[in-house]
């Protein structure tokens, strides 16, 4: 059974650095892709950004880079979020997802699916 | 960056009775849409891939279609446990964009 099992919730003062994780189990982590999702209070979706463990190629949303860094360890099929400093305006829901792909004859198709359970992290002073 | 507009915002409909969704993209995503269901306190659950192909175990009661810019997800018969939150996210050039989602409403 594929499952994706992300850390437990976070409560962090602004400025503090943090790493969430999303350990990955009943597949081949090192096979597929691992997106982080970021879903604010009360909101939509918004793609981060994603990762292939099996070498660590990366990928932002323009409006994510910069601003927080995905990585991986492949040893422990375990994915990373992380901020250097966190601001009140980071508080929210992340999840990360596996990319599965379908090649089809002409293309292929890209999409998330299995997610992670989420983890909410909340920034305040 | 493509833009994906999903309409309504809110939609309201009785249980037993069809509900549609609409989502647009700003230019042409082929067949590279995906749609997604989340109930509150969950996370999201993939429902439709490649505009039309149900996802694993996913009942028949949801249809998408659509290819381009003008996709439709249908869910023909409104179970209560079919009222969520709905998004739709195409794939095109490293970029995996959700629209801003429909909220499936019992009326």
């Known amino acids: 059974e594929v499952q994706l099992v992300q850390s437990g919730a976070e409560v962090k003062k602004p400025g503090e650095s943090l790493k969430i994780s999303c350990k990955g189990s009943?597949?081949?982590?090192?096979?597929?892709?691992i997106g982080w999702v970021r879903q604010m209070p009360g909101k939509g979706l918004e793609w981060m950004g994603i990762?292939?463990?099996?070498?660590?190629?990366?990928r932002y949303s323009p409006s994510f880079q910069g601003q927080v860094t995905i990585s991986a360890d492949k040893s422990i099929s375990t994915a990373y979020l992380q901020w250097s400093s966190l601001k009140a305006s980071d508080t929210a829901m992340y999840y990360c997802?596996?990319?599965?792909?379908?090649?089809?004859?002409?293309?292929?198709?890209?999409?998330?699916?299995?997610w992670g359970q989420g983890t909410l992290v909340t920034v305040s002073s | 960056e493509i833009v994906m507009t999903q309409s309504p915002a809110t939609l309201s409909v009785s249980p037993g009775e069809r509900a549609t969704l609409s989502c647009r993209a700003s230019?042409?995503?082929?067949?590279?849409l995906a749609w997604y269901q989340q109930k509150p306190g969950q996370a999201p659950r993939l429902l439709i891939y490649?505009?039309?192909t149900r996802a694993t175990g996913i009942p028949a009661r949801f249809s998408g279609s659509g290819s381009g810019t003008e996709f439709t997800l249908t869910i023909s018969s409104l179970q209560s446990e079919d009222f969520a939150v709905y998004y739709c996210?195409?794939?095109?050039?490293?970029?995996?964009?959700f629209g801003q989602g429909t909220k499936l409403e019992i009326k």
């Open positions: 996210q195409q794939y095109n050039n490293w970029m995996y964009t």
């Open positions: 009943g597949y081949s982590f090192t096979s597929y892709w």
């Open positions: 490649g505009a039309s």
């Open positions: 990762i292939y463990p099996g070498d660590s190629d990366t």
């Open positions: 997802a596996r990319l599965e792909t379908y090649y089809y004859g002409s293309g292929s198709l890209y999409y998330f699916d299995y």
């Open positions: 230019q042409s995503v082929s067949s590279n």
